[in-house]
């Protein structure tokens, strides 16, 4: 795949980030889940066997799209990335979104949908069981944990930073610690010695945590009428043997709807899909997605 481009692009509000590997392929949208960036993706997209123009958005509140103001939210998100098409002059993409990005998929496909021919949702996209005695606050909290904790930290270095990261249950695995992982956390870190600071907005991410807890969501994915495909991990958010998506609740919406294929990325959790043992994997799954459209 060819060097990676970063460009700024007007929207409502200021300058959104797109990381672009030029390509003169199918061209893919790739959209990173609640506290993450752009830098979910080059693992995957380096393993990508086609010549993909691929176009990777920092989401609004994050990354060098961080300094974006409200409103966040889903239906803010759709119109940055149809701005982003239009600004590209794309044809229709196949999206792919991780976590968040796979919820957000499903609003834009519904949106536009003559501006997308497929969706890859890489463990998301389907409504998460939630406990009705908790309050949205309470189970925000607990399905995010440290990734809420690192936003409101100060880091002396970004040696403290990355020691966060290796710490993380998600990344214990062999090669859980990558060069991938680093940059990702590298990127991630803004501000100056030493009070730096994740560059992932706090509000952004609270608000953008509703979305896939509306209890429309359940259904969100009945709505949508092109091809889709779902790729799970098999572990959690912190590792744990839980995956993020349960398997009945996967298994249900499988066999509801004809438009979903669905397979899991043995051996990875919800990081590492992506960053991690998972990314070729899932590039293989894409590229045989992408293959079988008409």
């Known amino acids: 795949m060819t060097e990676k481009q970063e460009h700024l692009m ?20 790739a959209v990173h889940g609640i506290t993450a960036s752009h830098m979910a993706w080059p693992r995957v997209m380096r393993a990508l066997g086609g ?6 958005p920092d989401l609004r509140g994050r990354g060098n799209s961080c300094a974006l103001p409200q409103p966040y939210g889903f239906a803010q998100h759709v119109a940055d990335l149809v701005a982003l098409m239009d600004h590209f002059e794309l044809p229709p993409v196949i999206f792919v979104g991780h976590s968040l990005g796979a919820y957000i998929s499903l609003d834009l496909a519904l949106a536009a949908p003559s501006r997308i021919r497929g969706l890859v949702l890489v463990d998301g996209g389907i409504a998460i ?18 990734a809420l904790a690192r936003l ?20 214990q695995d062999a090669d859980g610690w990558n060069a991938d992982v ?26 953008d945590a509703y979305g896939p807890m509306d209890p429309a969501m359940v259904n969100r994915i009945d709505e949508i009428e092109l091809p889709m495909l779902l790729l799970t991990a098999t572990r959690g958010l912190l590792n744990q043997p839980e995956p993020l998506l349960p398997r009945d609740a996967v298994a249900v919406k499988r066999a509801q709807n004809d438009n979903l294929q669905c397979a899991e990325i043995t051996d990875t959790n919800h990081y590492s899909i992506t960053l991690g043992a998972g990314a070729s994997r899932v590039a293989q799954k894409i590229e045989l997605f992408i293959s079988g459209l008409k």
Request: aromatic residues 12%; proline residues 10%.
């Open 129 to 146: 069981p939630t406990q009705s005695s908790s309050s949205p606050e309470e189970r925000i909290k607990r399905m995010l944990g440290p």
């Open 152 to 171: 409101e930290q100060d880091y002396p270095d970004r040696d403290s930073y990355r020691k966060f990261w290796q710490s993380h249950p998600a990344f």
């Open 51 to 56: 010549d993909h123009a691929v176009y990777a």
């Open 10 to 29: 007007a929207v409502d509000g200021g300058e959104y980030c797109v990381a672009h590997w030029p390509g003169r392929g199918d061209p893919i949208l």
């Open 182 to 207: 680093a940059a990702f956390a590298d990127y991630d870190l803004g501000g100056e010695a030493p009070a730096l600071r994740s560059r992932v907005n706090p509000a952004a991410v609270l608000a």
